[in-house]
């Protein structure tokens, strides 16, 4: 079956990165993009951007350009979500989630989420 | 604030009928096809409806979703305590091109 599993709970001080990974297995890693989305405690779901397993390619939301880079492995079918200069309101929950193309354009999969805690 | 508007909160008794709206724009979901998702406490999210009114295989009956111009709906009939949770709409906008969500319903039953 379809699986994304992802890498575990971090904490990081204010200025540092943090680099999640997520796993795939169950299907072919480069068919489907992988999109990441976090949610801050109490709050809603917020996109970050996408990644093209095949190509490589990125796209990136206004807000987090020029700090996340999310690159992937081909040969470990594995995609990640670096995020650098690192504020206490990126305390979140960061998800990987697979997306179905059209005319689906849909999230079918996701990650079992990495919480990530920044604090001095 | 979030692109798509959905109330925050929404209640029913066991048995009822809830129905929880989205309201976006022509650049979303006037034109892209609307997904609901169901959030359980503490889990990642969990597609529930996509392409407007499909349901995944497993996702009971219950579940319905409509879309109209650029508002959709999410109905639960039959209203069970283990529907508690947060249901998000979301879809895809042209202008940003990606993805956009609704804040969020939080459905709680009586």
């Known amino acids: 079956q379809v699986q994304l599993v992802q890498s575990g709970a971090e904490v990081k001080k204010p200025g540092a990165s943090v680099k999640v990974s997520c796993k795939t297995s169950?299907?072919?890693?480069?068919?489907?993009?992988m999109h990441w989305v976090r949610q801050a405690p109490g709050q809603g779901l917020e996109w970050m951007g996408w990644?093209?397993?095949?190509?490589?390619?990125?796209h990136y939301a206004q807000k987090f350009q020029g700090r996340v880079t999310m690159t992937r492995d081909t040969s470990i079918n594995s995609v990640y979500m670096e995020l650098s200069r690192l504020r206490p309101d990126d305390t979140a929950v960061y998800f990987c989630a697979r997306r179905r193309p059209a005319p689906y354009d849909d999230f079918d999969t996701w990650g079992q989420g990495t919480m990530v805690t920044v604090s001095s | 604030q979030s692109v798509l508007t959905q109330p925050p909160s929404a209640s029913g008794t066991p048995g009822q009928r809830v129905t929880i709206s989205c309201s976006g724009t022509?650049?979303?979901?006037?034109?892209?096809?609307v997904n609901w998702y169901q959030q359980l406490p503490g889990t990642a999210p969990k597609l529930l409806i996509y392409?407007?009114?499909q349901r995944p295989s497993g996702v009971p009956d219950r579940f319905s979703g409509s879309k109209s111009g650029t508002s959709a709906s999410l109905a639960i009939s039959g209203l069970q305590s283990e529907d508690e949770a947060d249901y998000y709409c979301?879809?895809?906008?042209?202008?940003?091109?990606?993805?956009?969500f609704g804040g969020g319903t939080k459905v709680t039953v009586l």
């Open positions: 169950g299907y072919r890693f480069t068919a489907y993009f």
């Open positions: 979301a879809g895809w906008d042209d202008s940003l091109n990606g993805p956009v």
């Open positions: 392409s407007n009114n």
């Open positions: 990644v093209n397993p095949n190509s490589a390619v990125t």
């Open positions: 022509s650049s979303n979901i006037g034109t892209n096809v």
